[in-house]
């Protein structure tokens, strides 16, 4: 095995989604820590955030990862601000949701005949949002007093809810060793669960992760009147900006998969796939900034994978997660009279489904562009679009990566299921689509979650530095607090960067914002 190393750096960040991104730029404006190099397996950059632009508009793009920027995260939309980035606000309109064969209403959750579920009596009549706080209420009766329904005071912040509920105990055992479906079914009925996971937007929240994190995730998520935003021209547009903003004291490459790591005196040798053939490059630092999968796929010294940190990874479960776009010649769902907009993101109408489907997303009509469609699913759903996709479709998009044309049987068996979920409506078939697996390699899942049985805040700590001793860090969603969205990612590489680094608070956040719960 050769060692002759092709190059030398001094810090290697090896992933270029929002998290590796956000490393390099704040590496970059401390000007203290160098030569920094990034690497990236795929030929583009950006990980989980990809954003495929729309010819016929001049701000949407097509989201294949990440989407929507919430107005509680107020490190995101600092840094996009910072840099330069727009956000534009956008609003949401409830469609009729397609249950069990049944179009429902929001003003139908109130008549329990019309709810197609055989819900007990304490649970029928409700709203899913109400439902959802009454299974967290039972779990933890003195819920209320806490953030996020009270905002003011010692109880008032997300840090004093998250110590209050690794206080809670439910028959001797606290929340972090139980399974969140486990726990809630002895609360609800099955058919309330199956209720909540089919109208919820993501089914996995209810299915069995850790109960500690899935309740304080819910909560996080847990305000109907919350602002949300998009990122003009696309959410990728954060981590390009990031790396345009770090060079030139940054080196970005990408197509170099880091297959292989070997501790040596004074860092570390690396060893990268190449379209050219094998290249092997020698740093003194290391972060990884990648999903569990990721990680799992590279050969590490053992004096890295020790079983302590074999252990931390495997206490993070990748979420089985897909997204569609299905491109329309007609805007189907609009009105006759409804005019043509430049942006695809406001108003956006949503319908929820127990179909494979899942989620309906009906977006804006763009000027002289396509109606476009889209489609999200998570949970057992995403392995049923995942095993239609093959022989790609001829259609839209020409001239965009061929990996995303989704296939004839995927739009099909698409087009199949929204006519059941429009009886009366003619619908066309639709002319392309795009499609994506985010479950496959090498990402492993669309966020991630920690799994039952382990303390999810001693697993963050211990896992930004496996061993004490090395100069290897990892950081990303995958192992942060709030899982599943670009806050969680940068709020762990920033707590690593101070913590490990010495790196000062970025300007954009205020001094007691609190970036992860300790």
Not at 76 to 93: A, D, F, V, Y
Not at 373 to 385: C, G
Not at 389 to 399: F, R, V
């Amino acid at each position: 095995m050769s060692t002759s190393p092709n190059s030398k750096t001094g810090i290697a960040i090896i992933g270029s989604g929002v998290a590796g991104c956000y490393c390099a730029y704040r590496f970059a404006q401390t000007r203290r820590h160098g030569p920094i190099s990034l690497f990236e397996a795929r030929q583009r950059f950006g990980g989980r955030l990809w954003s495929v632009p729309l010819p016929s508009s001049d701000d949407a793009a097509l989201e294949m990862g990440g989407a929507f920027v919430s107005g509680a995260h107020e490190h995101t939309s600092g840094l996009i601000q910072e840099l330069g980035l727009r956000l534009t606000p956008t609003s949401w309109k409830s469609a009729p949701h397609y249950l069990r064969g049944h179009l429902l209403t929001d003003d139908q959750y109130s008549d329990p005949a019309a709810v197609p579920y055989r819900l007990a009596p304490d649970e029928a009549g409700q709203h899913p949002h109400a439902l959802t706080l009454q299974v967290l209420e039972r779990i933890v009766p003195d819920l209320r007093d806490f953030w996020p329904f009270t905002k003011s005071g010692p109880s008032g912040t997300p840090s004093a809810m998250a110590r209050h509920l690794r206080t809670v105990r439910i028959e001797g055992r606290p929340l972090w060793d139980w399974g969140f479906w486990n726990l809630v079914s002895r609360m609800q009925s099955n058919e309330a669960i199956e209720f909540l996971a089919a109208t919820h937007g993501a089914a996995s929240a209810f299915r069995n992760s850790n109960a500690y994190d899935a309740m304080f995730t819910l909560l996080c998520e847990f305000n109907p009147g919350q602002s949300h935003f998009v990122v003009a021209g696309g959410y990728q547009q954060l981590p390009l900006a990031l790396m345009q903003a770090s060079a030139p004291a940054v080196t970005f490459a990408s197509s170099k998969r880091l297959f292989r790591v070997r501790v040596i005196a004074g860092g570390f040798c690396l060893w990268f796939e190449t379209p050219s053939g094998e290249e092997i490059v020698e740093a003194e630092t290391v972060i990884l900034a990648l999903p569990k999968r990721a990680i799992e796929r590279i050969d590490l010294d053992d004096a890295v994978l020790d079983a302590g940190f074999k252990n931390d990874l495997a206490a993070v479960q990748g979420v089985p997660a897909c997204k569609a776009y299905l491109i329309f010649d007609k805007t189907w769902w609009s009105e006759p009279d409804q005019p043509a907009a430049r942006t695809l993101v406001s108003p956006v109408t949503v319908s929820s489904t127990d179909l494979p489907l899942r989620q309906c997303y009906y977006l804006a009509r763009t000027a002289d562009g396509p109606g476009v469609l889209k489609m999200f699913a998570d949970d057992a759903a995403a392995s049923y679009w995942a095993g239609l996709s093959g022989a790609p479709a001829c259609g839209w998009p020409q001239d965009g990566d061929a990996s995303l044309r989704a296939s004839d049987a995927l739009i099909d068996a698409a087009h199949r299921q929204l006519q059941l979920m429009h009886p009366g409506v003619i619908i066309e078939r639709p002319s392309g689509g795009l499609f994506h697996d985010w479950s496959a390699d090498p990402d492993g899942g669309g966020w991630h979650a920690f799994a039952p049985h382990v303390r999810s805040w001693e697993i963050r700590n211990q896992i930004r530095q496996p061993n004490p001793a090395l100069a290897f860090h990892v950081c990303g969603e995958a192992f942060a607090e709030q899982q599943g969205w670009v806050e969680g990612a940068i709020n762990n590489a920033e707590v690593m960067l101070e913590e490990k680094f010495g790196l000062p608070r970025p300007g954009w956040v205020r001094n007691d914002y609190e970036f992860e719960t300790t």
